[in-house]
């Protein structure tokens, strides 16, 4: 595909992630969202066609369906597929390696989530770790929210040099915003009853030399996840060092409490003031003014929206599989741009 | 005071923790509750009359106002401090300091709780870890809920010789549940501004010794405090090694998520189905089955019921500072066997 010619991008699976990718999809200039399939009748297909997406059953019997319930579908994935370069699968958990096949045979190039084994692929994605061992790749996998999150904060570490070993805990939103009608927790906080938790090693998917080991808990909430850290840095440094070492990635925000951003739900409505689609929070943010070094020794804490994290990353995902840009700095500051990336660290930020 | 006679206790201040220790040393056949102060004319002083404690008004003042809401008062604070042999200060934050002149003047002993400064009494107190230095002193200091978990999980692992360093992260309840209607947090995260947070240094206070930093953070439930740890140890060493150090605390309970124990919730439905008052739990509830040794690394994940933890403190605080018993390790275990302390690895123990 030259860079003149536009990426055909379709999205299987207009849910959560799938709606925020398509989204955003169609904001980069080099990328054509051929459609959306999926299998709903409800609300949220409707929305899709308001948008003016191109809207697929994700099989015949689906499209039927669909269409009987007055949606318009053009056809099924199959025949999305036809029309397209790329299909990022957003379908639930354990679905995409079904789909897989299908990608497979047709011989198209493909992005699954976090939700999939890392052996799905061959390939875990995070931009600034591993985009170019991606390039021109069949398939990739867009590693969990959590996951991206440990990895863009622990390769800023690393990139400086200062990166030894890191321990962490997790506080899980106990469930999603447009699902928390259908169960949750209230009252109570529910640990994973693993330690470590799954995300350590997920992280060394992506870069196996982080020594990284986490711990997990489910709270009652729903806005996002935060993150505590203990990092043992390779020799003692200086609070501006490692402030510096985090704002050399653009897809970490430093934020303050004392900019007002004292909780999840304010860092939320800043978003939501922004004007950013879904109040999405595509940034690690991280406090600059709760961080800590103490010797070699460095603790902070940060917010993981975990609906929009893995957002900027996708897209970086399609140019790097399509080989549009070979370089992933060029392909983070073309998706920041189109994003609003960059803005937070200056509203609310560093000092 | 001999060991015939009874130490007359005072506790001023019915509160969340005042009718917790008023509760237990009415339980204990070495101790007599003399009666409680407090400035309340509601439901709260009527169900100390109800339960047959001597009611007393902090002032003059206060003891009027009680009488004309109809209490029968015996007398104000004074009046108690003259039939008593030491005081149990569970009033608010910061007031304390102030009841502290008069307890002085008076010549008689005192035990304040953990929202005090250190300075106060110039002495910490952990049964585990600081009885033998409070003996016979004019008085202590019960530590927070959460340093009391802290100091004894640590010391636990000191007297094992195990301990080298260790960082946590709390999970603090965001308010008691009989004041939830008063104000607290929903849906959202609330990290406390300053990294590290107070529990570190406070721990410190009891055994200076202790290497250890915390963080803090804000969550939407009333039940409990949940802390994760990352230790580092001495040397490498093995889960049962570990469980044992843990073990030979009887503060310590071992439970376990596949006794059905998986949350905080399910742990409190447990002390009330034991029938303990208030639900209390009186002890560390660590996860045994969640605990996770690699290398000389250790990582763990317990609660801790912030109304009730100080309780059996406070009893031995009493012995302690009146001499009746010399020995640490006699006073846990007279004070376990009045408040059931013991039962729960043995249900819902360590495999």
Known sequence: MSQAKKCRVAVNGYGVI???????????????L???????????????????????GATGEHTQAMRESGLEVVGNLEDLLGVSDLVVDCTPKRIAALNVDIYRQRGIKFIVQGGEKHEVTGHSFVAEASYSSALNRESTRVVSCNTTSIVRTLTALKHAGLLRRARGTLLRRATDPWESHLGGIMNTLVPEPEIPSHQGPDAQCVDPALDVITMAVKVPETLAHLHYWSVQLTRPASTEEVLDAFAASSRIALIRTDAGLSALNTVKELMADLGRPH?????VALWSDMLKVEGDELFYA????????????TIDAVRALT??????KESIAKTDATLGIGLLTQIAGRR
Chains 1, 2 share one sequence.
């Not at 940060?302 to 990353?313: L, R």
């Open 18 to 32: 799938g709606k925020r990718v398509a989204e955003a999809v169609a904001r980069q200039d080099d990328m054509e």
């Open 34 to 56: 051929a459609g959306v399939a999926d299998i709903s009748t409800d609300w949220r297909p409707r929305v899709a066609l308001q948008k003016g997406f191109r809207l697929f």
């Open 279 to 283: 109040d999405n929070l595509y940034e």
């Open 302 to 313: 940060y917010m993981v929206d975990n609906q929009a994290i893995v957002i900027p990353e």
């Open 323 to 328: 080989g549009t840009m070979s370089n992933a």
